[in-house]
């Protein structure tokens, strides 16, 4: 009988310390500042260099400053996804380049995880934008060449041909014109 309550009383024992100690587990300064699920694999991942673990395959390494993703790193994600470059507070921002799962790839410039400033992108097809980006879009000016080698050079809104602009093709004929939604309305 003395021994089966020693037994009941190390199991609760053992049971208690498990329990408190994946409380702390869960509250670390990593889970604290990057959400559940999260952990620092290696060096720094408050205010240094680290490889941080993320939810859902995720992973970040590289600079962090004040308990965030701060400088410059390499975000990861499980679906083959790549961004290298600028990060700030937790956001891509500044200058990087994102290579898609499915083969395209973006270089230029970041404001909170969307394309905005000016940009290459280069579909895995052979296309390729190169231009002013706005929220995540062509906006602006830029010159969009198919792989064919025709190309339309002139203005954006919203991802779509708006404004002047001029459409090339490989055996030298051009059209110059106003264009909205991606449709020629006027020749100039």
Partial sequence: MKNAFLAIIALLFLLVSCESSQEKKEDTPVVKAF??????????????????????????????????????GVITWSNGSKYTGAVQSNTRAGEGEYKYSNGDAYKGSYVSNKKSGNGKYTWKNGDVYEGQFTDGLPNGTGTYTWSDGVKYEGQWKDGKLNGKGTISWPDGSKVYGIFENNALVKEQ
């Fill in 35 to 72: 959400g559940t699920g999260s952990s620092c694999t290696s060096g720094d991942c408050l205010n240094g260099k680290g490889k941080l673990q993320l939810p859902q395959g995720t992973q970040y390494e590289g600079d962090f400053k004040e308990n965030k993703m701060e400088g410059q």
